[in-house]
C-alpha cells in the first residue's frame, strides 16, 4: 500500500484501527484461554505438592519441570518452534487467529504461577479450620484458598495480560498481524515515524488503563 497518497486520519482509519482490534481480539481470546488452563495448573501444583490436599510428588515435579521449560523460551522462539503445533490446532501458522495458540502456550505458565503462589498465601490456619469442619477438598480450593487469595491473583492477572499484550505486538513480526504487524510493515519498514510512534502511544495507552483497572479492582477487593 503506498501511503503517501494517504492522509493520517486515512491511514489510522484503514491500517490502525483494524490492527487495534485484531491485537484486542487476540489479548482477550488468549487471555482467557490463558487465564483457564492456568488457574487448573496452578491449582494441581498447589494441592500435589508435599503436604497438599492431594499430594502427589510425581505429578507435581513433572507439571513443575513442564511450567519451568516452557517458561525459559523466549516468545519469539516459542511461537517459530511450536508452528506444527499451532498448524495442527487451528489449520495455519499465519494470522490473529494462528497467534492465539503461542500466546496461550507463553502466557498460560506465567499466569500458572501467579495462581499457585497467590493460594499458597493462604493462611495454613483456615485450610485446617475448615477441615475440621468437613469441607471437602474442592470446597476448601474454591471457598477458602481462592476466595483468600483473590487480591493477590487479581494483581498478577494485571502483570500477566500487561506481558502478554508485549507478546502480541512481537508476535506481529511473524505473520501474526495486529499493532506489531502494522508498525513493523508500514511503521519500521518504510521509515514512516509517525505511524510507528502512534502505535507506540496506543501500547502505552492500553498498557495504563489495563494497570489502572488492576490497580482498582484490587483495591475493591483489598
Not at 39 to 65: H, S, Y
Not at 70 to 79: A, E, T
Amino acid at each position: 500500500m503506498a501511503l503517501s497518497r494517504y492522509s493520517f486520519a486515512q491511514i489510522f482509519q484503514l491500517l490502525i484501527l483494524p490492527a487495534i482490534f485484531d491485537t484486542l481480539k487476540m489479548l482477550l481470546i488468549s487471555g482467557f484461554l490463558s487465564v483457564a488452563f492456568g488457574f487448573v495448573i496452578g491449582v494441581i501444583l498447589v494441592v500435589t505438592e508435599k503436604g497438599g490436599l492431594c499430594e502427589n510428588v510425581v505429578v507435581n515435579r513433572i507439571l513443575d519441570f513442564i511450567v519451568n521449560v516452557i517458561r525459559s523460551f523466549p516468545f519469539i522462539i516459542l511461537m517459530i518452534s511450536i508452528i506444527p503445533f499451532t498448524r495442527l490446532i487451528v489449520g495455519s501458522s499465519i494470522g490473529d487467529t494462528a497467534a492465539l495458540v503461542p500466546l496461550t502456550v507463553a502466557c498460560t505458565p506465567f499466569i500458572a504461577r501467579t495462581f499457585q503462589n497467590s493460594l499458597k498465601e493462604v493462611d495454613p490456619a483456615l485450610i485446617e479450620a475448615a477441615r475440621s469442619f468437613g469441607a471437602s477438598r474442592s470446597q476448601i480450593v474454591l471457598k477458602v484458598m481462592l476466595k483468600e487469595s483473590v487480591p493477590s491473583i487479581v494483581s498478577g492477572l494485571c502483570l500477566a495480560i500487561i506481558n502478554l499484550l508485549g507478546a502480541t505486538a512481537m508476535a506481529g513480526a511473524v505473520g501474526a498481524g495486529g499493532l506489531g504487524a502494522v508498525a513493523l510493515t508500514y511503521g519500521y519498514q518504510n521509515f514512516n515515524e509517525k505511524i510507528m510512534y502512534s502505535i507506540v502511544l496506543i501500547l502505552v495507552a492500553l498498557v495504563i488503563l489495563i494497570q489502572y483497572l488492576g490497580d482498582w479492582i484490587y483495591r475493591k477487593l483489598k
